[in-house]
């Protein structure tokens, strides 16, 4: 396992490494004024991940686009079983830092091993990130928040088979890994201020992740609300115990689509066309925190 999540973080370092050295030749890209030997950015090496859920898919437009390799392209990655489009990896500039976007992510309710559903995080540490952004799109059991609200994840409570069951990758991290300040204080901090500076409001609380694919049941939300929960969605916790299972400090923000505990029924079209409203305010709230890390 770890053998593959080595080779296929070079062969991704390859790829990237092949189309923006293509790139920088053509259009002569450097940075500052020097152009000799080290001058070059090197996109291959993100400083941080996305992975880029419901109501983040805007944010593609802001990144500059350096490279970006189709899912199916990338050896051992966990093969889509949604038709059509199987997600992109992409990587470029935002808010000033070298970052890897996920376009498109891997849900357990699609039928792949925890494992499998993490695959990508542990590949990405490999390519050298050193911050973990996640978003999602959830239905808000708070009933002070609203459909369109934001919610920072403080905390969460997994569902979801959890991705570390197995031998332990003790290069990866330690067998029974600490889950405390899981959602990084430090990073939440940040985004407090960045979401006051720019206008945006935001909602905090703890999010649950189930299995899915089915919507919860009126039961269900309340025993969620029950046990501590604040949203709920069907994605995000197997990612974020993976990445801090390496050490990874992880920011986590959801955009509340629905209110599980009202009389509404869960509706996937609705889901995505709030997870877009949200969209412009999410795209702001990752830039300017992504331009504040230290
Ligand atoms: N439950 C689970 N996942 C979701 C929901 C929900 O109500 N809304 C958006 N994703």
């Known amino acids: 396992m770890l053998e593959q999540i080595k080779n296929t973080a070079s062969f991704i370092q390859d790829r990237v490494r ?45 990144i ?17 079983t949604v038709e059509g489009h199987s997600g992109r990896l992409i990587f470029g500039l935002l808010g000033g830092r070298r970052v890897v976007a996920m376009q498109g992510r891997f849900h357990y309710y699609e039928g792949y091993q925890p494992w499998q559903v993490v695959f990508p995080v542990r590949v990405m540490k490999f390519l050298g990130i050193r911050t973990l952004f996640v978003s999602n799109a959830s239905g808000g059991i ?6 369109g609200d934001i919610m920072v994840i403080t905390d969460h409570i997994n569902l979801i088979p ?54 919860e049941t009126q039961a ?9 929960g604040d949203a709920a969605g069907m994605s995000t916790t197997p990612e974020v115990i993976a990445a801090r299972h390496m050490g990874i400090p992880v920011f986590g923000a959801s955009v509340i689509t629905n209110v599980g505990l009202s009389d509404e029924v869960g509706d996937h079209e609705d889901v995505q066309k709030q997870g877009a409203a949200a969209g412009k305010r999410m795209t702001t709230l990752f830039t300017k925190i992504i331009e504040n890390l230290l």
């Open 162 to 215: 959890n991705p570390l069951v197995g031998r332990n990758i003790a290069e990866l991290g330690p067998r029974f890994p600490d889950m405390h300040n899981l959602y990084d204080a430090g990073i939440r901090a940040i985004a407090t201020r960045v979401a006051e500076a720019e206008g945006i409001k935001l909602q905090y609380g703890v999010y649950v992740g189930g299995t899915g694919p089915t919507f």
């Open 142 to 147: 708070n009933t002070s928040f609203r459909v």
């Open 18 to 62: 092949e189309a923006t050295s293509a790139g920088a030749s053509a259009a002569g890209t450097k940075t500052g004024a020097g152009t000799g030997a080290g001058a070059e950015v090197d996109f291959a090496t993100p400083e941080v991940g996305i992975i880029l859920g419901t109501g983040l898919g805007g944010l593609v437009d802001s």
């Open 220 to 228: 269900e939300y309340r025993y969620y609300k029950a046990i501590g």
């Open 64 to 80: 500059d686009v350096k490279a970006a390799i189709e899912y199916g392209d990338i050896p051992d990655f966990p093969v889509s």
